[in-house]
């Protein structure tokens, strides 16, 4: 299956970049548009599965863009591609499917670089790469890759929901339990506000306290008061009950 994609940036070498990387994979054919009015009418005559969308651009901005977009009978699915960080929050709640930061590299698309291809500069990102084959398989679904915002170091940082083992209501916030240990959850200021951003995701809520991500649960058992006793898949075994009035609902998710 071939996947359409089409490049939107007012700037010419950013949009020669993407077209450069994409080039490398045979199964993207590509497009462009340099202003929100060309990309919106280019989806709207031959809409595209994919594209990579620049958010700062005269005129109407990225995001105007995507919700016109969302409105026609055919959407395609959208990655923001941006040299500014702080609107990566805004991207996924608008259903994204991911936030790329300028320069990017060959790595973070998943694509094998042409052969003799210069190797990514140091500028370039090392985080989990957008990968371009479950995109082809995956054409046609209105859901957003879901992503969780936590603060590490000083900066924030995108996770993708595997990598969260269970998200607990602490007085004062919201933490998430993730591979790297318990992190600050990011925009997310209550359990209540992470269950409707992650809704139709992997995750449950099972008490007024934690919700879990049902692909990370290890073990799980009856437990006394007619509650469940889970068990997760993280290093540390973390152990996570189950309410006695969310069991039933607990149970039918599962398929138990």
């Known amino acids: ?89 805004e991207a996924f709640e608008q259903n994204a499917v991911d936030y790329l930061l300028k320069p990017v590299s060959a790595g973070r698309l998943a694509v094998k670089p042409r052969p003799g291809a210069p190797p990514a500069g140091r500028g370039s990102q090392r985080t989990c790469p957008i990968t371009l084959e479950p995109l082809l398989a995956g054409l046609g679904r209105k859901s957003a890759l879901a992503r969780v915002a936590v603060e590490q170091h000083g900066r924030i940082r995108l996770l993708p929901a595997r990598e969260v083992v269970c998200i607990e209501a602490e007085e004062g916030g919201v933490l998430a339990l993730t591979d790297q240990g318990r992190l600050p959850c990011y925009g997310l200021p209550t359990l209540t506000r992470a269950e409707e951003r992650l809704a139709g995701q992997s995750f449950f809520r099972v008490s007024r306290a934690a919700m879990v991500n049902l692909e990370r649960i290890a073990e799980l058992s009856p437990w006394i008061g007619g509650r469940y006793l889970l068990v997760m898949d993280d290093k540390d075994r973390t152990e996570v009950t189950v309410s006695r009035n969310r069991v039933r609902q607990f149970k039918e998710r599962l398929g138990l």
């Open 1 to 89: 299956m071939v996947l359409r994609a089409l490049i939107v940036d007012d700037e010419k070498p950013a949009r020669d970049e993407l077209l450069y990387l994409l080039g490398a994979h045979p199964d993207v054919e590509t497009a462009e548009a340099a202003s929100a009015a060309q990309a919106l009418a280019a989806i709207e005559t031959a809409p595209p599965d994919l594209v990579f969308l620049d958010i700062h651009m005269p005129g109407q901005d990225g995001f105007a863009v995507l919700r016109q977009a969302q409105s026609l009978p055919r959407a395609p699915l959208f990655v923001f591609v941006t040299a500014f960080d702080q609107h990566a929050i």
